[in-house]
């Protein structure tokens, strides 16, 4: 009613009556900072395990459907975002970053050495992942990556 005054504790008919007047006892166990700490460290153990089996399930998939591979990844990816976990070294090789597939050499990634470094193409969006690698020195003659190749000093 305009120019009523609504006491303070009187709610709408229907409305359902506010929780902090009835869960109280309850939130203080929910709130709790020192519990939140511990199952953090817990809860990463448990992100990696979910990537590692999404993994090992695009893996498996893979040759019947890649659709369904990307979307394991892309799950995978999320989960060690949200929990602030990355991929295996493989499991960063197997996949692309921009496009999520699940990246077979041969099949839909490029994988090729140039200038001391894998240069991995994913043909499904043709984004290019460049690693570095320390190439097999024989002597400092090869220190540089663009030096000549190691055939000559056979
Ligand atoms: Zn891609």
Redesign the pocket.
Known sequence: MPGQKTPEYLFRPGSPRPTRYIKASVRKDVLMARRRTIDRRKAKGIARERMDILFNRAREVFPQDRKLARRYVTLARRIGMRYNVGLTKKDKLDA?K??N?FLVPGINCRVRTHAARVVIT?L??G?VRRVPFTRERKGKLNKHPLRKPLSKSR
Do not use: P
């Open positions: 692309c921009n496009c597939s994913c499904e969006c984004h």
